[in-house]
């Protein structure tokens, strides 16, 4: 399929759906509130947690001492990072299976009825 | 100069060749050229994220500073991976739901501006630059020093090599050479980092406890400070890493290879594996340096410390580990310039020509005649500037490219996705704010400006302290775009709600 024609029927199809309707009903303003209350504090948290490891290296020196043998606690703190992004990896893909789930009930449901 | 070396890398040219071959049979439109036809599974573009992420600078360079300054070099490491989350989180569904080629056809989603989309290929050609010009001065310096050739011929090599898959073989070809090059690398680094481990009795207490007298810097080594001294600094590098994967082009045009946002899903997970992998492993290589190769060696080889995990495998494995090593580090850099030059004749031929000046309407032959050219112009201008940049530091380019990516797309990116008030105006300010910022504090940096002789372009003192400038840059990029959108009138709440349903469910997405 050629690039205009592609745009063309994204055109057409623009002007049949009604996307402000869809964007306004319900079950897709649910769907945006269970995101955003999934995403907001989990990004924030890996920020903050991401950050504080500079931050507390740079200003202070107290992670220099030894937590385990010769591996001081800056050293667990750099591996937790590691720990973390996969831990919300795993969470981030169980959670989005339910979001997939409440936006094909959307398509199927409003989007798909108006062609 | 061995002959297994010259074997190896005869080996990888001529896989690499095959691979362009078949590949460009597969090649016959627009949409094969940009994105392999969006037929790759979430697996296999995965790794090619992968495969695309981990350059040189990752490989040599990271290997070398965790060698050199313990363990400040493993902020990178750690910077470069929670990079992913944000791309994970806030990013890669919803540009695979609203995008076509490239960042500028999801910006464009919102806003039918030529100005905006000319804004955003503006910004990745610049990024596009930046970064290729690392890979190609640390692909001469590396064929330089194994081969003993000249750096001018170490440099065309490369350029010619990527030139060819890219011209023939499109996204179907450098995919393909990613993935290839990904699981290559990960071997490497794995039994590199086996063998340290074995000489280190495999107890990570015993290493911890070996390298803290390794080196000159004592038990200072094994603590952060050695390297960064400017907290604001280390932590405006920390941030230009955590944000500049989201805005970098080559790798968002990654997620338009894949049907949908699922697989977009798919892809950023199995690359965070990959790549987390990867950078665990960055301690041994390090390590395994600092106690086996030893400083003095690793500064003469490259005063950078770019050599040390090349010099580790020859220590622990002998010629055979060395010469496997040194060709995987050839491919790492040839599937990284494979990937930027696609993204950036994607800037020039599919935005720039193909909707600016075409107005969408160019037929699909002239289409890829553009990307063709394109990339040859893309390809051809970037040697030329490697050629010129020889004595410039890889990882300075590199944390350079990460700062534009930060600072010029991303703001736009998260205002185009989550902000109802969003405008053109705002996308324009935004872009220009955050490029022009980063690139004018840069050149006003140490980077550029030092007082010492030859360890900057131009002698004399720095106007701006820090060597990154992510840390104003950035805040600058969302202001910019804030500003920008509240003090011009113009909105379109219905386009909106069509990008936010787009982006949220996936309906229609190109």
Known sequence: ?115 | MNLTVIVLFLIIVLATLIITYYAAKRTQTTGDFYTAGGGLTGWQNGLAIAGDYLSAASFLGIAGAIALYGFDGFFYSIGFLIAYLVVMFLVAEPLRNLGKYTIADMINARFDAKKVRGAAALSTITIVIFYMIAQLVGAGALIQLLFGIDYWIAVLIVGVMMTIYVLFGGMTATSWVQIIKAVLLMIGTLIIAFLVFQRFDFNIMHMFSEVKTATSHGADYLNPGLQYTVPLDTISLMLALVLGTAGLPHILMRFFTVKNAKMARTSVVTATWVVGIFYILTVFLGFGAAAFVGESQILAANPAGNMAAPLLAEALGGDFLFSFVSAVAFATILAVVAGLVLSGASAFAHDIYGQIIKKGKASDRQQMLAARYASLGVSVFSILLALMAQTMNVAFLVSLAFCVAASANLPVILYTIYWRRFNTTGAITAMFLGLLSALILVSMSPNVFSPTEGAAIFVGDPIFPLTNPAIISVPLGFIGGYLGTILSKDQDIERYAEVKVRANTGYRGS
């Not at chain 1, 050629?2 to 402000?20: L, N, Q």
Request: with cysteine; glycine share 0%; net charge positive.
């Open chain 1, 1 to 115: 399929m050629s690039i205009e024609s592609d745009y063309k029927m994204e055109y057409e199809a623009e002007k049949k759906t009604d996307f402000v309707k869809v964007a306004k009903s319900s079950s897709f303003k649910q769907l945006i509130k269970a995101r955003k209350k999934f995403i907001v504090p989990l990004t924030i948290f890996f920020f903050i947690f991401y950050f504080m490891l500079p931050v507390l290296t740079s200003y202070t020196t107290f992670m220099n001492a030894m937590a385990i043998g010769d591996i001081s606690w800056a050293w667990i703190y750099a591996f937790a990072q590691f720990v973390m992004t996969w831990i919300l990896c795993i969470v981030y893909v169980k959670k989005s299976a339910s979001f997939d789930k409440q936006s094909n009930q959307i398509i199927e449901e409003q989007l798909k009825k108006e062609e």
